[in-house]
C-alpha cells in the first residue's frame, strides 16, 4: 500500500491535471469564438451576470489567500522558486497552480521528514 504521502502527491497531481485540463478547454473555446484572447473581453465576460460575477470573486479571493498562503509556507518550507506558481495562476488556472504547488510542497515535505 502507497504510504499517506505518496497518495496525497497523487490526489494532488489529479487535482492539477483536471484543473489544466478542465480550465483549458474552456479557455480554447472561448478564444476560438472570439477570434483570440482579449484580456479586458475576458474580464467583462467573467461579470456577465450575478453567478458569473459569484464564481470570479470566490476564484479571486482563493487567489489572493492562495499567494499570502504559499510565499509563508515557501519559504518556512525552503521550497525554491515560488514565483513560478504565482506565474501558473495568472497564465494557465488557479485550479491548476494550486495543486501543482500542494504536490511540490508534499515532495518537499517528505524530503525533509515532515508528515
Known sequence: MLNSSKSR???YALFALAGVTLTSYFNIQY?????GFSLSHFIHQAYINNASSSLTNDVLVIWGA?????FIEARRLSMARWWVYILLTATV???FAVPVFLLMRERR???INID
Open 31 to 35: 478564444m476560438l469564438e472570439q477570434g
Open 93 to 95: 488556472a488557479v485550479a
Open 109 to 111: 515535505l517528505a524530503e
Open 9 to 11: 502527491q497523487i490526489i
Open 66 to 70: 492562495f499567494i499570502v498562503w504559499s
